[in-house]
C-alpha cells in the first residue's frame, strides 16, 4: 500500500482529476491511499496567509516555509522514514521520469509539495523536502498538475493496478525505447490503411514489426534514449536496417 499526501492551497484542483480512472480503482482496491491537505490550515495568522514578499525585493510572492514544514510534520508525524519521500514539484528539480515514477511506486509514503507565485522559500527544500522534481522545462502557474502526473504514472506502476487496460511492461520507456504505433477499426480512415503485417496474423512478423517501429521513432525523436537503451543483437540489426532504408530513400 502506498500512501500519498499532497499540499496545495488549490485542493480541487487535485481531487477530481484523481477521484476518477485507474487512479481512483487503485484507492478501492486498497492500492493507494490519498489525502489532500490545505496549506491554508497550517498558517499561523487569522488571515491564513501562506505568501509573504520577496527579501531582496522583487516582483509578486514567495511561499511561507513554516506553513509546508507544520504539513509534512502532520502527513508524517513520526518523522521521514526510509521508506518515505517529501517531493517539492519545481522547474528546478531534477528531471521527473519513468524510473523516478518505480521508485516512488515502491515507497511507503510520498509527499508532494504544490508551490504558487514566484517561489518557495528555499528553506523547504533544504528542511523538509527530501527531492525536488520536475515534469520538464516549462513553467507552470504551480505545482498541482505536476502532482497529479507524478501520482498518475506512479500509481499505474502499483502491482495490481493495471486490469484489461493493460500491463507497465508493454508501455514505452519500460525497455527505454518509444512506443510503436497503434491502429484500430476501421481498416481504412481518411483514405489511410493500417500496415498490411498486423493483418497477417502472424505474430512472429507482427512482434518484429513493432521493435523495428519502436527503434525507429526513438532514433528520430529521441537518438539520445538509443545510447541508454538495453538494445539486443536483433535490435542493432533493425537498426540497421532502418538505416539502409533511410539511404535508399534519400
Ligand atoms: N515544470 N515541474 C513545475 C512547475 C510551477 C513557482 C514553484 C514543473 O514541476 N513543477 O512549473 N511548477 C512552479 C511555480 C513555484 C512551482
Redesign the pocket.
Known amino acids: 500500500m502506498l500512501s500519498v499526501d499532497v499540499v496545495t492551497i488549490f485542493p480541487r484542483m487535485l481531487e477530481a482529476p484523481l477521484a476518477d480512472g485507474i487512479v481512483q480503482r487503485a484507492r478501492d482496491k486498497g492500492l493507494l491511499e490519498l489525502r489532500v491537505h490545505d496549506l491554508r490550515d497550517f498558517s499561523s495568522d487569522k488571515h491564513r496567509s501562506v505568501d509573504d514578499a520577496p527579501f531582496g525585493g522583487g516582483p509578486g510572492m514567495v ?1 511561507k516555509a513554516e506553513p509546508f514544514v507544520r504539513a509534512v510534520d502532520h502527513a508524517l508525524p513520526g518523522g521521514r522514514g526510509a521508506g518515505d519521500a517529501v517531493v517539492l ?3 528546478r ?1 531534477r528531471p ?1 521520469d519513468q524510473a523516478t515514477a518505480r521508485r516512488y511506486a515502491a515507497l511507503t509514503r510520498l509527499v508532494l509539495l ?7 522559500d528555499e528553506r523547504v527544500a533544504e528542511t523538509v523536502a527530501s527531492e525536488e ?11 498541482e498538475v ?1 502532482a497529479l502526473a507524478v501520482i498518475e504514472a506512479t500509481t499505474r506502476l502499483l502491482p495490481g493496478a493495471l486490469g484489461d487496460e493493460g500491463s507497465a511492461e508493454a508501455d514505452s520507456f519500460a525497455d527505454g525505447l518509444l512506443d510503436y504505433p497503434h491502429y484500430t477499426r476501421p481498416a481504412q480512415v481518411d483514405g489511410r490503411g493500417v500496415p498490411e503485417v498486423l493483418l497477417s496474423g502472424d505474430h512472429g512478423r507482427i512482434r518484429r514489426w513493432r521493435r523495428k517501429e519502436s527503434l525507429r521513432t526513438t532514433r528520430a525523436r529521441r537518438p539520445e534514449l538509443l545510447d541508454r537503451a538495453p538494445l539486443t543483437a536483433e535490435d542493432r540489426a533493425l537498426l540497421r536496417e532502418i538505416e539502409t532504408e533511410e539511404k535508399v530513400l534519400a
Open positions: 511561499m514539484l519545481s522547474p528539480g521527473f504544490c508551490g504558487r507565485y514566484e517561489g518557495i522534481v520536475s515534469l520538464g522545462d516549462f513553467v507552470l502557474t504551480g505545482g505536476a
